[in-house]
């Protein structure tokens, strides 16, 4: 590892003016590039302390061992030598897009003699006309298949079309009339060549043109009455609308924009592209990539237009290009495609309308591949056995966890404070496994507590059953997705109620079956708790570390720096994927428990009263404070209530605190009981209004 300090720049040597720089590590590979308006101003930013760079950075400063720099005119050069060197040198430090998969084009191939209409997958040729990308070949096939009976264009390969040249005999397509036949004579080159260029006309979007010029031919051959050639006229205008039909009309103007859409997490980014020529969208793709720097949504769009239109230039590159965040500065990037257009080209976030609605749709694609990239991840047994072999390593265990439980709480300033326990086995989701825990040892906001309780009240119950049974009886039955299996009243639940304590046949529920690895949602101090409740039940053979979010950092008892993975290590990716899924089912139940609450009202607890009876007395009284102010007589006058029933609800009401005072929100007046308030409004457990439903109370500071 390298000190920044032993090949920094001295001071005065960086120009101050654009320019694009690398870092080489000691074997004077290139390891990084990057661009920047003033180079003495970026490059001063990675020679600063460790500590305050983020940790993307400081891992490759540190691998680093020299930089060096070019200087050049303008922004836009800096933009275009940075993409050359991306490219020449494949920095490891670098965001580089990877293709989900190689996408085909529909190609005609302009640059032959006699253009040949075919499916072509990988790098673009020059002089080749490309459509798409297509999700499918056969798409590609099917739209050929329908355009070839008004357009019969060569598709056949270079050797069939010398054989037939040779013999002097067409293929099969050539006697069926779906093509041309140029190889035999029937059609010169050059109006073989004009064909080719209608057919791409055609699939550019401009079909207005060819539709209303075959109806006009329709038209006279029936008053000509050629009623066999208007027949076919008609039979080809239906080819080319349901080649049209393919792709539905998403922009009413016939605009021509691509639409570029990211999904992103901590770790890794996916990005959907919308190819819409005419108003249809004529072509879609995708990239995954891994965040090896550190980088915000504007540059990460910024580094897919690079690889988007890095090759392109003419019309390959739209009038518009829309975009979800804007690269920060964006004037050098929209003049660089402007440059590579020829034209000007338009740069911006879709605000309102059809183009917002269809960024919405490009952004769910784009989300939906992320999920299937890290599903696929996920499930490959090669990827997860290496993972787990990556976390033994760090960790020094003798065997790689097999089981592993992954710990975290969630609250809401320190109200509904809950845990969750999450299980993985061999790499995957074990969901009947999971459970989730009421923190009852104490009230208040204090993670460190909470996770020492939870962590003693699991392994309590694992050492009660091991007591009671000496060993892990295989062929369990596993416990329902959620459930809990309590211990002497520990508080452990079942859909927010405490569990039985057996199950339907008598047997004891078990929760015996021990972790090779505790994983807490945290840093030192969590860790700490962790290992102090397993030390204090006397448990020494279950590893325990943590992860801590916002640097990613793998925490382990007892050491004062943590165990750093890489970044591109599967045992790191299978900690934050087991971390994540422990936040979410923990923020569920939260969320759950702090709905329920908001909405509780003191007729809940009277034994025998159901909903319906319940806002049959509101609906008679018009508030809780009515009705608590009512007398029995009177309450018995509501249909279905009883004598019995009614001074059961007097007593209870009776006995409950009048609620805190709501807040309407839009005026800020106090309201004098909870039911007048407006809807929307409510009062917080602890006597301070909340509105439920606004923004800061739905999301809260979930931990």
């Known amino acids: 590892m390298a000190d920044p300090s032993s090949y920094r720049p001295q001071p005065g040597q960086i120009p101050d003016s654009p320019g694009v720089y690398r870092f080489r590590d000691e074997h004077r590979r290139v390891i990084y590039v990057g661009k920047a308006k003033s180079l003495r101003q970026r490059l001063a930013n990675y020679f600063q302390d460790l500590a305050n760079l983020h940790p993307r950075t400081r891992s490759m ?3 680093a061992a020299s930089v060096e720099w070019t200087v050049v005119s303008t922004e836009v050069e800096a933009l275009q030598l940075e993409y050359s060197w991306i490219k020449e040198f494949d920095p490891r430090f670098n965001v580089k897009y990877r293709d989900d998969k190689s996408y085909p084009y529909l190609a005609v191939t302009m640059n032959e003699d006699v253009p040949r209409v075919q499916v072509m997958r990988g790098h673009k040729k020059k002089g080749v006309r490309y459509f798409g990308p297509y999700a499918h070949a056969w798409a590609i096939r099917d739209t050929v298949d329908l355009l070839l009976r008004v357009f019969p264009v060569r598709t056949c390969s270079a050797g069939v079309f010398r054989n037939a040249a040779r ?22 080159a050059e109006d073989h060549r004009e064909l080719a260029e209608e057919f791409c006309d055609f699939m550019a979007g401009r079909t207005g043109t060819y539709l209303r010029r075959l109806e006009k031919q329709m038209m006279a051959a029936a008053e000509d009455m050629e009623y066999e050639r208007a027949a076919r006229l008609r039979d080809d205008i239906g080819a080319l609308k349901r080649a049209m039909e393919k792709n539905a009309v998403v922009l009413a103007d016939a605009t021509d924009a691509d639409l570029v859409a990211l999904a992103e997490d901590e770790l890794e980014a996916a990005v959907q592209i919308f190819h819409v020529r005419g108003g249809r969208v004529r072509g879609q793709r995708g990239w995954v990539t891994d965040k090896v720097e550190d980088v915000t949504t504007g540059a990460l769009v910024e580094h897919a237009l690079q690889q988007l239109y890095g090759e392109e230039t003419g019309d390959a590159v739209p009038r518009e290009v829309l975009v979800p965040a804007l690269p920060d500065p964006v004037e050098p990037v929209q003049q660089w495609l402007t440059d590579r257009r020829g034209s000007s080209v338009s740069l911006r976030i879709p605000q309102r309308g059809d183009k917002r609605a269809l960024m919405e749709t490009v952004q769910r694609n784009a989300q ?36 592993i439980e992954c710990y975290d709480i969630s609250h809401l300033q320190g109200d509904d404070v809950v845990a969750s326990m999450v299980v993985f086995e061999d790499g ?24 020492h309780e939870v962590i003693s009240r699991r392994f309590r119950r694992y050492l009660a059953e091991k007591e009671r049974t000496g060993e892990w009886t295989e062929g369990q039955d596993a416990p329902a ?42 840093g030192q101090p969590q860790v700490a708790a962790a290992r102090r409740a397993l030390e204090e039940l006397g448990i020494d053979d279950i590893a325990v570390c943590g992860l801590a979010k916002r640097l990613e950092e793998v925490w382990v ?6 165990v750093i993975l890489p970044r591109t290590s599967e045992g790191l990716y299978l900690l934050q994927r087991i971390r994540d899924e422990a936040h979410r089912f923990a923020i569920t139940y939260q969320r759950t428990k702090r709905v329920k609450r908001l909405r ?13 009876r319940k806002q049959a007395l509101i609906k008679h009284f018009g508030s809780v404070k009515k009705l608590r102010s009512a007398t029995i007589d009177q309450i018995c006058e509501v249909p279905g209530i009883g004598r019995k029933t009614a001074e059961t609800v007097v007593v209870a009401l009776a006995q409950a605190a009048p609620a805190a005072p709501a807040v309407n929100t839009a005026t800020g007046e106090i309201m004098e009981d909870m039911d007048d308030a407006v809807p929307g409004t409510t009062a917080g457990s602890a006597g301070a209004p909340v ?13």
Request: hydrophobic residues 30%; proline residues 8%.
């Open 481 to 522: 997705d959620g459930q809990d299996a309590p211990a002497g009243g520990e508080g452990l639940v079942v859909n927010g109620s405490a569990a039985a304590f057996t199950e339907d046949d008598g047997r004891p529920k078990r929760f015996a079956y021990p972790p090779q690895l505790v994983v807490v949602d945290g």
């Open 600 to 612: 509780s009202s003191p007729l809940d607890d009277v034994p025998g009263l159901g909903e319906t």
């Open 557 to 562: 008892p007892g050491e004062d720096d943590p």
């Open 167 to 188: 013999t002097g005999r067409p293929c099969l397509l050539g006697y069926i009339g779906k093509c041309s036949a140029p190889c035999v004579g029937r059609i010169s």
């Open 428 to 451: 995957l989701q074990r969901k009947s496994e999971y459970r989730r825990f009421q923190i009852k040892g104490f009230e208040g906001q204090d993670d460190v507590r909470s996770m």
């Open 691 to 703: 509105a439920t439903g606004a923004p800061d109370e739905r999301r809260g500071q979930e931990t």
């Open 368 to 403: 939906q591949a992320l999920v299937l990239h890290k599903t696929r991840r996920a499930s490959d047994l090669t990827t997860r056995s290496r993972a787990l072999e990556e976390i033994a390593e760090a960790l020094d265990l003798d065997s790689a966890p097999l089981r």
């Open 61 to 63: 400063v540190t691998t």
